[in-house]
């Protein structure tokens, strides 16, 4: 299995790193991140447009910077590479919105404290998914066997989705959150936007700060499958980099967009299923047939636009 070589400059890799560090200095610190308000659906829409849109112009960009440098075919293939990876990382970000959803609602979570735990969630997403893709690029380099790897892994995953889809995670039983609540003194009652509180000279952290946690590693076992899976569509870590950092610098746009009418999308979670199941497949036939990028993207955008359509028929009586 033949992997690519980046077409990342380092001026690039700074350049993109610090346009990403701005925007969320811009989200703290301008665009009311550090202020508690519930996010309404048309500020979730605004942000959802603004990311999609920032995402396609990058790609743009990138393409039209290739077309001079590296010639018109390499332009086209990594720019469908980049749109491709893209439309899969996003996909699969809407089962985050589930289970952050579940976490808000068993915290009893109010809606206008939300937005600042998604805030560091997302900061300590982008941390975890950037040291997560250099691990695997270097694996994939050194040892492109582990392509199969992959792809076996995300078959298996996606069969266990189509089984599980029904079946919402049990959060009392979550190990993670088990070992907090045994070794951190965790304050009674809420207490706003506060991670940690002093209670009579002691520092304790608050249920806030267990939501923080569960958000994280919840994203750790997302990314366990969304890398592998664009890992399918190009090894160029510099297109698995940019185009994952964007599908997660808008997941909490989406999660707002999506948070009231999540019930109304309980399929969707059959069609990533298949999504998965697919891509590994893609993977492990590549030595007798590559599946072109294009037919990817297609293939990918059919299985998640009829898992939708399916879900808004399924529930169009219950719908307002």
Do not use: C
């Amino acid at each position: 299995m033949n992997t690519d070589l980046s077409i990342g400059e380092p001026w690039m890799w700074g350049a993109f790193i610090f346009f990403v560090l701005l925007m969320l200095a811009l989200d703290l610190y301008v665009f009311g991140g550090r202020k508690a308000h519930k996010v309404s659906i048309k500020e979730a829409t605004a942000w959802s447009l603004v990311w999609v849109s920032l995402a396609l112009l990058f790609n743009a960009g990138l393409w039209w910077h290739m077309s001079g440098s590296l010639g018109q075919e390499i332009a086209d293939r990594k720019a469908l590479e980049f749109l491709t990876g893209y439309l899969i990382e996003k996909s699969l970000s809407v089962d985050n919105v589930f289970v952050f959803l579940l976490i808000f609602t068993s915290f009893h979570v109010a809606a206008e404290h939300q937005r600042r735990v998604l805030i560091y969630g997302v900061l300590g997403a982008i941390v975890l998914r950037a040291a997560m893709i250099m691990g695997g690029a270097w694996l994939v380099q050194e040892f492109s066997w582990i392509l199969y790897v992959f792809g076996l892994f995300l078959v298996v995953t996606g069969l266990r989705m189509l089984v599980m889809a029904e079946k919402a995670p049990d959060l009392t039983k979550n190990p993670v959150l088990k070992i907090a609540r045994r070794h951190l003194r965790i304050a009674d009652g809420h207490h706003g936007e506060k991670f940690s509180v002093v209670i009579n000279k002691v520092r304790y952290f608050t249920p806030l700060f267990l939501v923080l946690i569960l958000i994280e590693t919840s994203d750790v076992v997302f990314a366990v499958d969304s890398i592998p899976a664009i890992f399918a569509i190009t090894t160029d870590p510099f297109i698995v980099f940019t185009s994952n950092i964007f599908a997660i610098m808008g997941l909490r746009a989406l999660y707002f967009l999506l948070a009231d009418v999540a019930d109304r999308f309980h399929l969707l979670k059959y069609g990533l299923a298949m999504v998965l199941a697919f891509i590994g497949a893609k993977m492990l036939i590549a030595p007798w047939y590559h599946v072109p990028v294009a037919a990817s993207l297609v293939i990918v955008a059919v299985l998640i636009g009829a898992s939708v359509v399916a879900s808004l028929i399924a529930t169009r009586k219950e719908a307002p």
